[in-house]
């Protein structure tokens, strides 16, 4: 029986996969690790949890040894807006932190996911399309460390035969989990404001165009990859995946379909408005479609009314104040 070690499982990513790999292996085979406790009911009762910082690699054995670990599900980082904040920070979490992840995972043999992101690309980067192996000169911390991250992966396949494996994420949309410090979280703040007050104040451009996945999509992404057969696999790490591309108008039009009085306007942030820019407005993710069947399964349409009807529900709002 295979049991998982999931790092950062009570961030956004992290504790939505912990749920959905106890319902698919086993409550006790998935072991959640964080620096700090879940408040998450669901999360906190499901099974087992251990107070684990990545920045201390006895730490992380230790945990590893207790639980017989074979399989790590590393999601402990920084995000992209927190990271210019705190670069510092970010370098230590997301580069340190995935050095002695990827030593303890050597040490003990175990498979390893780790997420990289579309931070990983810069300005030079094609745009349009963006090409599965392309140039990839980012101008943020989050970027540097994503791009770092991928070739420090690469090299332990490579040098010792370590299993890593990871995608390249778009925005990530959850009605679970709240935002964390990403550039693309205004497309999860803008339905709870749809919702609650009708109106909601964008920082970015209304003509951002930017990548996005909904978050069961992007749990059967890691998922599926981990499960595949490794002999199918060209490239195992930083697979570019996308299911959906919008705009923050775009998002604001299809939420009016459903509330037709919700407004929105602009009060750009620099910083993340400047993030966005250096980011492509769509990946190509045939690598990921061919070598291990990627097959997004929700679009704008889709997610919209999903998302409005489960923050109704969740928000206890009023039958007025729902979505129509």
Known sequence: MKTFLVTGAVGQIGSELTIALRKKYGESSVIATDIKMPSDPELRDSGPFEFLDCLDPHHITR????????????????????????PNMAWQVNMNGLYNILEAARQYKCSLFVPSSIGAFGRSTPLDNTPQDTIQRPDTMYGVTKVAGEL????????????????????????????????????????????KHR????????????????????????????????????HHNAFNVTAMNFTPADLAKEIQKHIPEFEIDYEIDPVRQEIADSWPNYMDDSAARKE?????????ETVTADMLDQLSQRLKLPHEQKSR
Not at 156 to 168: A, C, E, H, M, P
Not at 292 to 300: K, V
């Open 63 to 86: 945990v590893m040894q207790i639980h017989k670990t074979d399989t790590i599900f590393h999601l402990a980082a920084i995000l992209s807006a927190v990271g210019e904040i705190k």
């Open 199 to 234: 109106k909601y104040t964008c920082y970015l451009r209304q003509d951002t165009s930017l990548d996005m996945m909904y978050m069961p999509d992007a749990l059967n992404a890691m998922i599926n990859l981990m499960e595949a057969d490794p002999a199918n696999l060209v």
């Open 152 to 195: 420090l992966c690469d090299y332990y396949f490579k040098r010792f035969g370590l299993d890593t494996r990871g995608v390249r994420f778009p925005g990530l949309i959850s009605h679970k989990t709240e935002p964390g410090g990403g550039t693309t979280d205004y497309a999860v703040e803008i339905f709870y404001e749809a919702l």
């Open 292 to 300: 291990w069947g990627w097959n997004p399964s929700y679009l704008i």
